[in-house]
């Protein structure tokens, strides 16, 4: 009777993922919450690849899962991935479904997906990955993601045994993930941009699980990221497997150590988030047994997806696009660090957090109090562009963090925010956009270009 409703599940799950490409409606998880809803043992039954990777953590599984596919397509493996669904049990399923034969049987050797940290408990007990790759365990969202330790304990409930993990040694959260595993650490030595006190307002990780004593760092990057110790007892954050050593911003590369040797591989973008994302995947890759020259040849041809980094040259101005996901303090004070460093003079426009969310969601703001808006308070940043139905609330948050009135734009409809801008020689236009709001996003990155391609040209706006 199971085994019936599991094929009467799929079947169905299969039509709909035709009806959903004949509709032109790729992308969703739809077929997934059928087969579920019909077979609530679906996840149980269905092929599953004989080699699984996952990646999960709160920020750079989007990026890094992009990257391993990337790496493991140029190596002519034949994967079942979730790039285009969601992360969580029912995107997987639906990806599972579009790689099953008729009878369920998986058609793909390898799956490599992303997977949402929470959704733990709905997947692992039925699919058990060869390795499972952690980012890092930061402060997401706190309505849905509370705090990053509660995240850390799901995670080591739900990991099987067998899994080998690859965790970031720079963050105790993530080190710590189900200890009886077998795992490989990787991190990134000294730099020279590293800290001695934190200087965000979120570090969530100050106080040893051990003894109770305040931690201390030998260097810290940003929030708890950092080589930690604890004075009193001795606890050390663990020595790395992979270490990032000498980083080359001028030829973006890096040099990583591992236990036989070291080599030089390349950057894909010289901000430190992306710095670890690339020491995370070559650790991966030399732990699943390529060489160092292979995994060296794989890091030369991948790329980060436009749709999270991309730029545009006009003239005498850059537009440049970067995601900056929506009520995650921790990951949209990385990319104000980023830019608070960025040579030339700047201008912001925010439009993450925008759109839906204040008009359908319940959500406060307090995330905005969480993130690091004084990294704004730069010389260098002339104005700042927000907008929409928060736009008021980013307003007050900018003024709050010291920032000027004159440098502060504010428009109630995103669309508007091309008129907002300066526009002056050299200048370069950040848009940073969250993942709830990407059609809108296009929509105004459209009406930019219009307005950028007519400066080149000399028009006055
Ligand atoms: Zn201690």
Request: hydrophobic share 35%; glycine share 6%; charged share 25%.
């Amino acid at each position: 009777m199971e085994k019936l409703r599991f094929i009467a599940a799929l079947w169905i799950a299969k039509i709909s993922v035709i009806a959903l490409k004949v509709t032109r409606h790729n992308g969703t998880n739809f077929p997934g919450v059928v087969a579920i809803k019909i077979c609530p043992q679906f996840m149980k039954h269905i092929g599953k690849p004989k080699k699984v990777v996952a990646v999960t953590g709160t920020n750079g599984k989007t990026t890094v899962t992009n990257m391993i596919l990337d790496a493991l397509t140029i190596d002519g493996k034949s994967i079942a991935d979730n790039k285009a669904g969601s992360n969580i049990n029912s995107g997987i399923a639906t990806s599972l479904i579009q790689n099953a034969s008729l009878t369920g049987r998986c058609k793909k050797e390898w799956g490599v997906f992303e997977i949402d940290e929470r959704s733990a408990l709905r997947i692992y007990p039925f699919m058990v990955p060869d390795y499972m790759v952690i980012t890092n365990l930061s402060r997401d969202s706190i309505m849905r993601n509370g705090h990053p330790e509660y995240i850390s304990e799901i995670l080591t409930r739900y990991m099987p045994k067998t899994t080998k993990l690859i965790l970031n040694a720079d963050d105790f959260f993530c080190a710590n993930v189900a200890p009886e595993n077998d795992r490989a650490y990787y991190g990134i030595e000294r730099m020279d941009t590293d800290l001695e006190k934190c200087e965000n307002l979120i570090q969530d990780f100050q106080i040893c699980p051990n003894c109770h004593h305040r931690l201390e760092y030998e260097y810290l990057r940003y929030g708890h990221i950092g080589k930690a110790y604890c004075p009193a007892c001795g606890l050390k954050a663990p020595e790395y497997d992979y270490a990032g050593c000498e980083t080359d911003k001028v030829n973006m590369t890096i040099n990583i150590k591992d236990s036989s040797g070291e080599e030089t591989y390349r950057l894909l973008n010289d901000s430190v988030y992306n710095i670890y994302n690339v020491v995370c995947v070559v650790a991966l890759l030399l732990e699943m047994g390529y060489s160092r020259e292979r995994v060296k040849e794989f890091m030369s041809s991948i790329n980060i997806i436009g749709s999270r980094y991309d730029f545009e040259e006009y003239a005498d101005k850059t537009l440049y696009m970067m995601l900056a996901k929506d009520r995650n303090a921790f990951a949209v004070s990385r990319v104000f660090e980023y830019l608070s460093i960025q040579p030339g003079e700047k201008e912001i426009v925010l439009m993450n957090n925008n759109y839906s969310d204040a008009a359908t969601w319940s959500e406060n703001t307090c995330w905005l109090y969480d993130c690091d808006f004084e990294l704004l308070k730069d010389d260098s940043i002339k104005n700042i562009v927000v907008c929409g139905p928060r736009a008021k609330d980013y307003r007050l948050r900018l003024l709050l963090a010291g920032i000027e009135k004159s440098r502060i734009s504010w428009c109630e409809k995103e669309m508007d925010t091309p008129q907002e801008l300066e526009l002056f020689e050299g200048d370069n236009i950040y848009v940073l956009y969250g993942t709830d709001s990407l059609d809108l996003k296009d929509r105004v990155i459209g009406k930019m270009r219009t307005v950028l391609k007519n400066c080149e040209g000399g028009e006055k706006l």
